[in-house]
């Protein structure tokens, strides 16, 4: 037979609440609070109670992802894989992403240009992005379309930066095996082929003769 619910005490608790009823403890969410003006010796019908705590599991669900989000940008998969890990059902996580989505807190292109910028001032080149978002599971149309705004020009640009800073870490070689390490620096970095011969095409290396001498 069902049993009428009776809310015995409610205790703030943050953004939280500790409701004790005639049955049970609960922690409610404060938009369920107010949703359904829940106080002290309000009384519910079992079937409606039971909704309700339904309900504030996906309301808790969806602000633990908005705290997720509220770190870095993240990508909807790794969304997804949060959701997932915290065992909540498909269905609501399929509509915590739809929500967000038309929220616009998730979006992928957004997430590839966000990461497009943040490895350019990590200099890193294109082919190193397009792995770290292949590694996010962002899809390969966005990939691509975010990788456009990352031109030729660009990547000689910070290739010359990077150069300025490395170049000198590698005087003690010939030249020929100068070149050859950061040659193969720059390729690690995920720059193009085409971009680095470019920007090795005009750098000048000096050879620490009397170093090399020595070592032979």
Do not use: W
């Not at 080149?125 to 975010?146: A, M, Q, R």
């Not at 971009?195 to 090795?200: E, G």
């Amino acid at each position: 037979m069902a049993q009428d619910i009776r809310i015995i005490s409610i205790e703030k608790k943050r953004k939280k609440y500790k409701i004790e009823t005639n049955l049970d403890t609960h922690t409610l969410e404060e938009d369920i609070i107010i949703k359904y003006n829940i106080f002290k010796d309000k009384v519910f019908k079992e079937e409606e109670f039971k909704k309700i705590l339904e309900e504030n599991k996906n309301v808790a669900s969806f602000n633990q992802v908005l705290n997720f989000l509220s770190y870095r940008a993240r990508s909807i998969s790794e969304v997804k894989e949060y959701l997932e890990k915290k065992e909540v059902s498909k269905k609501n996580s399929e509509s915590i992403v739809q929500r967000l989505i038309d929220l616009d807190y998730l979006n992928d292109e957004a997430f590839a240009s966000y990461y497009l910028g943040y490895y350019q001032k990590m200099n890193k080149g294109p082919n190193y992005i397009k792995t770290k978002l292949f590694e996010k599971k962002v899809d390969k149309d966005t990939i691509s379309k975010c990788l456009l705004e990352y031109t030729l020009e660009d990547e000689i640009e910070i290739i010359t930066l990077v150069l300025e800073k490395i170049k000198d870490k590698y005087f003690k070689f010939p030249i020929k095996k100068q070149k050859e390490k950061i040659q193969a620096k720059l390729m690690r970095d995920g720059f193009t082929f085409s971009a680095v011969n470019s920007a090795l095409r005009d750098l000048k290396l000096e050879e620490n003769i009397s170093k090399h001498y020595l070592l032979h």
